[in-house]
């Protein structure tokens, strides 16, 4: 694979070059302390746009259980830390949207359909890469640590990330603090820097269109009918 995918992408913040090169300022440091590192990094090259807040959260999702937290989040990225103490696996969910995982520490294997050998990604080495519509069985066997970014439909990527807290750990309050977070930093976005007001925009218009073909619909049926 070329390094296309590493390159900026239109009408998105994140640069996953400037977000690894961030990290790698990181690495050997106590993860604690790289934390802050690349908050501080992340808030110095995108100011506004970073929590510099740190709040840890369970997640389920595809079967795999970790811990993150929201550094960013709007409605077409998102950057959060990942990670587990004692490992985990799981399917990666596919979506209409990439999803880049820089390691801090440990190790994750990745296997792809119709590949039989393992992509293993430790924190010297690339990013581990979910394109568009592609799936992927990953697996931490110990502790492992990420710094993760995402670009695309994000609001699309919230049913895979919540649904094992709904119909499997029946966990009401991970689903409410991942929520509330994402909601917050989002809104935050919009009326600060105006993150993604362009997609506001659109949905307001659709929103819009479908309510007036819904009041004048008996109007313009009768006229195509009489």
């Keep these: 694979m070329d390094n296309d995918y590493l390159l900026p ?25 790289g934390f802050d590192i690349i ?7 995108y ?27 709007s409605l077409r990225e998102y950057v959060i830390f990942f990670g587990t103490c004692i490992g985990t ?12 995982d820089f390691l801090l520490k440990g190790e994750m294997r990745c ?20 394109g568009n519509k592609m799936v992927k069985h990953y697996c931490v066997k110990n502790e492992a640590w990420m710094l993760e970014y995402a670009r695309g439909s994000i609001i699309r990527m919230l049913p895979f990330g ?10 009401i309050r991970t689903i409410f603090r991942i929520m509330k977070q994402y909601a917050k930093l989002t809104i935050r976005g919009l009326l600060t820097k105006g993150k993604d ?7 307001i218009l659709l929103a819009a269109l479908l309510a007036c073909l819904y009041v004048f619909y008996p109007t313009i049926r009768g006229f195509f009918l009489s």
């Design 47 to 73: 100011p506004g746009h970073v929590c510099k807040k740190q709040n840890w959260i369970f997640n389920n999702a595809g079967g795999a259980m970790g811990q993150l937290s929201l550094i960013h989040a």
């Design 39 to 45: 908050i501080n990094g992340l808030d110095r090259e």
């Design 197 to 203: 007001i362009d997609l506001v925009i659109k949905f």
């Design 89 to 100: 696996e799981g399917h990666s969910g596919r979506y209409s949207s990439e999803v880049y």
């Design 9 to 33: 992408k239109k009408k998105c913040l994140f640069d996953p070059r400037v977000l690894d090169k961030i990290r790698k300022k990181a690495l050997g440091k106590p993860i604690e302390k």
């Design 111 to 130: 296997e792809y359909e119709g590949r039989f050998k393992a992509e293993v990604h430790v924190p010297s080495g690339k990013p581990a890469y979910l």
């Design 162 to 171: 919540l649904c094992d807290s709904i119909f499997s750990t029946l966990d």
